[in-house]
């Protein structure tokens, strides 16, 4: 079954203390990798999309890795308003364009 | 930039009530989206259109049906609602078939609670 995790559910973080968030997938055919930030009480905003294992993309503070079992969030020297929830998607398999998405990670930046 | 309005913000249903929730999007895309947003469950879809008049039903798409009837609105209904459908509602639209290439623009959602 294809199944997405992220990892871990909430992190706090000091202003300016880089760290990592992780997506793990079992796909079967992986398409593509989505990550969205949602701040509380809004929908999620489109990020990144990672196609191919080695890709990297780049947002101000945001970094975006793929691998082929796993994709991480970079965020180097965080803000407070870097909080929020990230989520995790990915679209797997060649006869469908539906997502799969993970639970998120609640990020707390303080100043 | 994109705008994926969503009627209501917050709605208060009785069970058994038949309940309408109202998506229009403003840049012409193909394709809408229904997913509902539960803690710890993360976004589960519920149904889709790739165009006027067709739907596709996602993973959990009892209790619920949809209506297309233009390409710019896209609604869900309850046909009796109940409680376990409280629940944060969100509504999307992406540009092309495959969102391979074309990332899903969200609205601001609904937080239905159905006492």
């Known amino acids: 079954e294809d199944q997405v995790t992220q990892s871990p559910e909430a992190l706090r973080l000091q202003e300016g203390e880089s760290s990592s968030l992780n997506c793990s997938y079992t796909v079967s055919g992986l398409r593509g990798l989505f990550w969205y930030r949602q701040d509380p009480g809004k929908g999620p905003e489109f990020l990144f999309t990672l196609y191919s294992a080695g890709e990297e993309k780049e947002k101000e503070r945001l970094k975006a890795t793929l691998t082929k079992k796993e994709s991480f969030l970079h965020i180097t020297a965080p803000k407070p308003e870097d909080s929020a929830t990230y989520l995790c998607a990915v679209q797997a398999g060649y006869n469908t364009d539906k997502l799969i998405f993970g639970t998120g990670t609640r990020l707390q930046v303080f100043p | 930039d994109v705008k994926v309005t969503q009627s209501s913000r917050y709605l208060v249903k009785r069970t058994g009530e038949k309940v309408f929730l109202e998506c229009v999007q403003d840049m012409d895309h193909e394709n809408m989206f229904w997913y509902r947003q539960d803690p710890g469950l993360g976004l589960r879809l519920i149904y889709f259109?790739?165009?006027?008049?067709?739907?596709e039903k996602g993973d959990i798409p009892e209790g619920y049906s949809v209506s297309r009837e233009k390409k710019e609105r896209f609604s869900l209904i309850l046909e009796s609602a109940s409680t376990n459908q409280t629940s944060m509602y969100l509504c999307a639209s992406s540009l092309t078939e495959s969102s391979y290439n074309s990332p899903l623009h969200f609205g601001n959602g609904t937080r239905l609670t159905v006492t």
């Open positions: 259109s790739y165009d006027v008049k067709m739907k």
